[in-house]
């Protein structure tokens, strides 16, 4: 059984920041490409950036370049989302997903983690 768990969210102040994590088991982590999303009250969700096999290759949303930071440890089986210079419109509910490589869809989600980011 695939199970993605997040943790790290939190309540801050505009300008801190925060390390999200996701830990994944039940999986062969090292075969996925790691992608984390965000869903606000009232909007859809959104991908906010991903890391792929190799460490070296990471994507990221316009809107969280340059803050965000993705990267996975696979000996721990955990991708994490550094996130710096916090924004109050960076609140929502964070996921993280598994994809296999080739695949086009994340085929596992997590449970989600709130980080509300106030004025």
């Known amino acids: 059984q695939v199970q993605l768990v997040e943790s790290g969210g939190g309540l801050v102040q505009a300008g801190d920041s925060l390390r999200l994590a996701c830990a994944a088991s039940?999986?062969?982590?090292?075969?996925?490409?790691m992608g984390w999303f965000r869903q606000a009250p009232g909007k859809e969700r959104e991908f906010v950036g991903a890391?792929?096999?190799?460490?070296?290759?990471?994507y990221y949303a316009d809107s969280v370049k340059g803050r965000f930071t993705i990267s996975r440890d696979n000996a721990k089986n955990t991708v994490y989302l550094q996130m710096n210079s916090l924004k109050p419109e960076d609140t929502a509910v964070y996921y993280c997903?598994?994809?296999?490589?080739?695949?086009?869809?994340?085929?596992?989600w997590g449970q989600g983690t709130q980080v509300t980011v106030s004025s």
């Open positions: 039940g999986l062969t982590f090292s075969s996925y490409a």
């Open positions: 997903a598994a994809r296999v490589v080739l695949a086009t869809r994340y085929a596992y």
């Open positions: 890391i792929t096999l190799s460490t070296a290759t990471t």
